[in-house]
């Protein structure tokens, strides 16, 4: 293997496509929000790209392994062409990060995106009542648009900057030409986080003028909490002990 | 040194081989089975690759040192040409694990192995009564014949994927066409694993139509044992405690 | 984008500059005095460093992003052409501390600096009363016009050495010819010391001969004073539990 | 800087010159027996060999920093021709031990070693009363010599091999047909050992029959001895608190 291999499964013409990224990171937001668009609208695999960079590891599902890597799908959302990219890992080391979100951003371009949204969420520490969603954009001219969207700008927010491939997403798309915009949601951090998934989505639609319906996401929060309330109750009881067992060689 | 050097002993006519792998891993499992066919058959070196993506170590036997590496053995299980790859050492670095693989999966390609599997263990978190062996395979068709053999296909199991030159055999084997299959033995993954060893043997020898002896993998196995009473009661008396020496530079 | 990317924004005349070194480190010491400087005097950029070996993300400035990077300024301090580099980051791996530094000291030599300072804090673990700067450089003959400006060099000191790019402005800078000295102002380690970056910013004055006013780091100074207060306040107090949710995946 | 530059001192012609590498490991052991044949014979540098593999930073000698390297000295002892490599520093990445050796294995081919012995430490966990010295070759028939020399061959030890450039020595170096052997003393693995060293020097003097003298390692073991009965003493009293103080940003 190559240090990439990018796989194409097919290319199909896209008018003015966005780009949608959204791969693991707090509160897994960002993948479940861009999960959600390929569940609920029809959409096409257009790449795959694998990569030394990404963890040496394989997922399995139904006993058929996945070899680590993200993929592009082409959707239709309401007559806005959206380019998703997604996936189970970010990079696992810091030149790779920069590597393989330029190798994204090369075929977003070939697909002529000239917009991104990067999604994620920002950690607050604390339960959420109201789910707000953080804004930051590469280019100024963009925070206008994204005010009115209901997206917020607060000064000295995400304070410890934003990290992986969203950031790069903006930083090395920026440095290119492409507006990019990343909408964070505010999530815990401590959990898997369906509603600030769709607190993302609700802002995605706005800007970009396209209904999507929640039911699967609703769904994913009720069991969350579900878990959460389980998990009370399970720290009323006493904490189980440590295996006594050490590791032999 | 290069990135890679590797060394060829022996050039032997193989028909139609199966690469199996049994690196260290989880409870050494894959490693153990691996050993142990080289144990029980005559088997014949044929290449070690060494590697600057291996630790910087040697191994010391009978005081004499041996470079980190890997193995390839060359057996005849009961009629069944084996290539049988194991060693001491994982990569130590990210790309590392997928350079290697790919220089694995070279070799395996020029003694014309079409088949692979992967050993290994799948943590439990508990002591083990009846050791089932989890499967994974790089391609749907090969689920059915690997159930005949009784090896289980677990929906969300293993729930981390499979990591290191396991997970890649079955990865990056895949995408060149090799039919891959991981079995993993269950296994608590706080001791060195010979039962576990065996219950993947037992799988790999019903796929493969060979047969093996078990016996000294049953003394490891009891000798396992022993050292865990003797932890268990060393537990009931108190711990040492720490040495209160510290490293003055 | 390449290893490196160097945008130039300017390419002033400078006479005899010197190169002055101010990148996080311990206390913020460094950064906090070269980014003084840029504040009290009217400085122009000339250029920014972009590189994989910086760690992958964007900071945050009113919610637009700003691409992790380092910037060269150029300033006249009183009659002394200054090129000040700072940022928000250090590399992120050890070969890239190498390689980032080899091109900040390209970038130097192109405008013609010989002479340079690295600016930083060396932590003493103790609250600080009377700052004292402990000095080091690339060549002995440094050493006595430093002592002269009340540098103190101290056998022994810093400890372990000087670490990052600071030190290897010295290091590499050294073995270039520059005549590179480091001056390293007393803080405890703990705390963001602008006293420290003044006591550092002080001893420069007397070196290069410039006055610079320390109002804005005294207010900075001040407000960190209030911090530590509040912060043993709120120690009398009980410690906050921690959250007892978990990340669930 | 390329990723390495070997800076070159003086090009003496030596008589079948043996390697000894010391750098810093286990208890010191290797880098204090190094240092100390430097110490007690007239050596002469031959060359530095830096590297952005070695750690990113810079050592201070009464103010005037040294770059992280690794030297060569040559030295007479008695009649036997020594290259000492000593240094402060082992790499600071997998590869990098790998590439390091390589380049020192080059200058000791160029100066025409076909003989290496690498210093260190064996950790016993333990204080020593009596110090045995450890060994393994790249060759079997390199055993016996070093048993008449009073080196101890021990069935699995040491345990977890040879780590480093020391192990690198053996195992690179016996691929390129350099007859290397490991003297390794025992040592708690606690403490900075110049006994133990003093137990390698004393097989090192025996294996290529030359004398030196032990004063200044005795000095600094009693200064050692010292520091150990004042940690003993401070222990009886209270431990001081950690101070209360955090790092803000």
Redesign the interface.
């Known amino acids: 293997?190559n240090?990439f291999?990018i796989e194409r499964h097919a290319d199909p013409a896209l008018s003015d496509p966005v780009l949608i990224e959204g791969l693991p990171g707090v509160g897994?937001v960002g993948k479940l929000a861009a999960d959600h668009l390929l569940d609920e609208f029809e959409s096409e695999p257009v790449a795959t790209v694998?990569s030394?960079?990404?963890?040496?590891?394989?997922?399995?599902d139904?006993?058929?392994?996945?070899?680590?890597g993200a993929e592009f799908h082409a959707l239709d959302a309401d007559g806005t062409d959206l380019l998703v990219l997604t996936g189970d890992h970010q990079?696992?080391?810091?030149?790779?990060?920069?590597?393989l979100?330029?190798r994204f951003l090369d075929i977003a371009e070939e697909f002529g995106c000239e917009r991104a949204y990067a999604l994620g969420g920002v950690p607050t520490?604390e339960?959420i009542e109201e789910y707000a969603v953080v804004?930051?954009?590469?280019?100024?001219a963009l925070?206008d648009p994204l005010e009115d969207a209901g997206v917020e700008?607060?000064?000295d927010?995400?304070a410890?900057?934003?990290?992986?491939?969203s950031?790069?997403v903006?930083?090395?798309g920026?440095?290119r030409g492409l507006d990019a915009a990343?909408l964070m949601g505010e999530t815990?951090?401590?959990?898997?986080d369906p509603k600030s998934a769709q607190a993302v989505l609700d802002a995605l639609c706005d800007l970009l003028d396209f209904e999507v319906d929640y039911g699967s996401l609703s769904e994913r929060a009720d069991e969350?909490e579900e878990?959460?309330e389980k998990?009370?109750e399970m720290?009323t009881a006493q904490a189980p002990t440590d295996?006594?067992?050490?590791?032999?060689?």
């Open positions: 293997m240090e291999e897994h694998y030394e960079h990404f963890p040496p590891q394989v997922t399995v139904d006993g058929v392994t996945d070899l680590a990079a696992g080391d810091g030149p790779g990060h920069y590597r979100t330029a520490g339960l804004g930051a954009a590469s280019d100024e925070v700008f607060r000064e927010e995400p410890g900057g934003i990290v992986g491939v950031g790069l903006l930083g090395l920026g440095r990343c815990s951090g401590y959990l898997v969350m878990v959460m998990m009370q720290e295996d006594d067992l050490r590791y032999i060689g």
